[in-house]
DNA sequence: CAGAAAGTCAACATTGTGTTCTATATCATT
DNA sequence: AATGATATAGAACACAATGTTGACTTTCTG
């Protein structure tokens, strides 16, 4: 499910540090000390910047500290080692992103498409920096693969009603679980090829533009 | 372009590496010696071993060649790192890619898509267990990318010709771009689903369910 | 068979890791 | 502004993997 780790006895070390600070909504809210909020900060900065000349495999806790320049057992105060810090500062994305979604969900759990895309396409614009990297060459699998998690859950129902509607076909899950596959991947593209170009178009052309693509895609299966 | 190295004086021994070997047409085709072959086999299957349960970050040489039952210096011979293998590994799959493409183009560049998505999915089935591990959340972001390069070349002009014989737009070059990278990526994603199900479907049906993905994206920009 | 090439084995200095301790700086609060 | 609480700095530590080397043995090729 989650990442594994290759040294034995400091998982618990690691949980340790996910009970005490963040899983706890109230505590998030409660905004951090300032003194934290500077070290993540330039942390997240320094990563950003070496994730742009070299893999994450490269980067070691000495240079992106030094970097930071901060000290190096800071670090380990608040990640378990690179990775790890990767997979929280993507934790906050989807964070945010579950929120965008949510705040277009009507009552029966359908969405209205097209103005969501707008707001999403606004959100990936404010954090394109991190978007690039992370769909870069040098970004992570991991954060498409949950990516295409988060949004299967939100959308296959919706998607799958509104495709079955346009004509009753007899093709099973599985088939619409490609297109699925194909538009979800699909958007991941699109937003990397827009976010590689410095997000020269417009949001609004963004989400036209998706939403056409994810409409076609998806309506495939009922005009095969 | 390719990857960079964190130690600053060992790029010229890789250097020598890639010289040596590999690089060369003839020298590859000319079979390595028995003992050669041997030797990457089994750290091939020992790194495709340690890769469905663990990140590649999380694998060392030593455990690797321990797996392998060899000597970890001998590793050394023909790679630099864990991450050098997985890339010189996708080199093979690449080059043997630009071969079932070359196999189907015409004099005029143009492709027959569809015998050719044929093939590549018999390819793909073929290789399954690399596919299902590079394109899984421990996956390698860097073989999306190049995946992405080498189609690009290869049909941008004949999609491009065909898509603007159906209608003539004045849409740009660049939205196309949008439409390509969609496309690329929602194979990916086609793909990705395919072999994570262990292939179940047949190579014809994933070409047809790719072919009319393919030309449903292709075309929606004529037909906006 | 003989020479070439590949692999084994042991050893080495080097580097980053993860942790711990004390001391200092910064914070939030009254 | 003084307070206690908390975050960071700084240095030190044992530990593990790295990358390389040299002498040896095995395996291949012709």
Redesign the pocket.
Known sequence: MTRYS??K??LL?RKNIQKDRGMDMNEQEK?E????R??KKLLTQALTQLLQTKQINEI????LTELA??????F???Y???FDMLEKIEDGMFERLDQIISAHENEDMSVQTRPMLEDLFVFIEENQEMCRVLLSPHGDMNFLHRLNEVLRDKFLKAWHNQAFHQKETGKAETEFDYHYSFVVFGCAGLIRAWVSRACRESTKEMAQLADTMIRCGVLTQASV
């Open positions: 290759t040294k006895g400091k070390k905004k000390d300032r003194r934290v500077r070290t070691t806790v000495k240079e320049d901060m000290n190096r057992g800071t380990y105060l608040y378990k080692d690179v």
